[in-house]
């Protein structure tokens, strides 16, 4: 005996959506929940938890017409959508392009009046060699730390108070 296979929620989603497409026709949630199990095989239980997505995601639209919520979908809905996307986008590349073009001139022109310093390359080698000196002098005054009074005299002062504790008791 073969087990059947649910199908995703993405199947479901692309199921209903192409039968409400398809249909051109307002449904309700108990008209889609008896048709949608027999047409595209999805259970009626899941029926609006995909219609509600559907609707989140704007592919379906809803309406209440006195006591009925109507959902519905039509093929003009999807192109006026994927057209409004499209011209925001491409007015979001353009606007982009010209803000490239205005920061590459700004480039060039700021290339253009930079000064060369002959300094540079010196002042490279004098701040790689004191970082050197720098990550040297730490690593001896972490090794001095160890010796330091007041940090012995902590440490003593720690351990007097460790051996009256054990004493104690």
């Known amino acids: 005996m073969s ?4 199908l995703s929620m993405e ?3 692309e199921r209903m959506l192409k039968f409400i497409l398809d249909s051109k026709s307002l449904w309700t949630v108990q008209e889609l929940e008896k048709t949608l199990p027999k047409k595209c095989g999805i ?3 899941s029926v609006k938890e995909v219609l509600e997505g559907l609707e989140a995601d704007g592919l379906v639209c809803n309406d209440k017409v006195g006591v009925k919520q109507l959902y519905w979908s039509f093929p003009s809905d999807a192109v006026v959508k994927l057209e409004k996307k499209y011209t925001v986008l491409s007015e979001g590349n353009a606007a982009k392009r010209r803000k490239i073009e205005a920061l590459s001139k700004e480039e060039t022109k700021l290339q253009g009046s ?6 540079r390359e010196g002042d490279l080698a004098k701040h790689g060699e004191l970082t050197e000196e720098n990550t040297k002098l730490k690593a001896e005054l972490g090794e001095l730390q160890k010796h330091d009074p007041s940090v012995i005299a902590e440490k003593e ?6 051996v009256e504790a054990i004493n104690r008791w």
């Open 3 to 6: 087990k059947r296979k649910g």
């Open 11 to 13: 199947e479901k989603r």
């Open 43 to 45: 259970v009626s239980q």
């Open 114 to 119: 930079r000064e060369d310093e002959g300094d």
């Open 157 to 162: 002062e720690k351990s007097k108070k460790c």
